[in-house]
């Protein structure tokens, strides 16, 4: 009998999609307390020592999906040195994983201070997960005059959820813009470079057409500790502030491990 963790649940593998040989998302049914677009809760699994390796994730999915908050969603990037990555990339439909029932996390709507009209949703990697979150909410689509989702990875073959973003662009009726950018390879019309590097030349501005304004432009900033550093330092030489909850800004972000 497995004692499981303070704080978590068992749940289930519902199904898995595989985007690479080491990205893949799973789907997770659980008895989880309900969440906000945009956070993130722990998985867990025991190691060959039959000790437990939890970490947070986000969730990919919107709370209000029609399969409701307890099914969700996660995408990961397997990294060689991970103690859980690993783990969860083996596990197929039907195995165990546990979950923390209560979600946590501020990169949501409600942090957004509300004379901001412009939204600008910067990601490395699977931290791409949730901002789709956040874009499958109503409320994104009716409070935003603009949203431009950045997504910068290393290899086109990275650049996951395609049909869900085509459908949101089409929902969206104008007002969202996705950005892929692409490191290591050149691929015909898309970026290749670093975030905070096409942000300071004008280049990604030029090419989501939408304009930088510091009275209304909100940027969260989500992937690589690197990539959040020098994007919020970036955003500092532009002239935007840190959103603080004792002062309103123009930025926040979270480090995606």
């Known amino acids: 009998m497995i004692e499981v963790p303070h704080g978590f649940v068992q749940g289930s593998v519902t199904d898995r999609i595989d985007w690479t040989e080491n990205e893949f998302s799973l789907m997770i049914n659980a008895p989880i307390e309900p969440y906000i677009a945009g956070q993130f809760t722990k998985l867990g699994l025991l190691n060959d020592s039959g000790e437990w390796v939890r970490r947070a994730y986000s969730l990919v999915n919107s709370p209000h999906h029609k399969a409701g908050h307890q099914q969700m969603e996660f995408l990961f990037i397997t990294a060689d040195e991970g103690e859980l990555s690993p783990r969860l990339q083996l596990l197929k439909k039907g195995d ?13 709507l409600a942090e957004i201070p509300d004379n901001m009209s412009d939204l600008w949703l910067l990601s490395t990697g699977s931290a791409i997960g949730p901002f789709l979150s956040i874009l499958d909410e109503l409320e994104t689509a009716s409070r935003f005059e603009e949203i431009v989702l950045v997504h910068a990875v290393r290899t086109e073959a990275e650049l996951v959820y395609q049909s869900k973003i085509a459908q949101m662009i089409d929902r969206y009726k104008g007002k969202l813009r996705y950005i892929p950018i692409v490191s290591r390879e050149q691929c015909d019309g898309i970026l290749q470079g670093r975030i905070p590097d096409l942000l300071l030349s004008g280049v990604l501005t030029e090419t989501a057409q939408v304009a930088l304004k510091e009275e209304n432009s909100f940027f969260y900033i989500c992937g690589n500790p690197d990539m959040v550093k020098d994007t919020s330092n970036a955003l500092n030489k ?11 800004g123009n930025f926040s972000s979270e480090n995606y491990w």
């Open 96 to 108: 165990p994983v546990y979950v923390a029932k209560t979600p946590s996390g501020f990169m949501t």
């Open 238 to 248: 532009l002239g935007y502030s840190k959103n603080l909850r004792r002062k309103a």
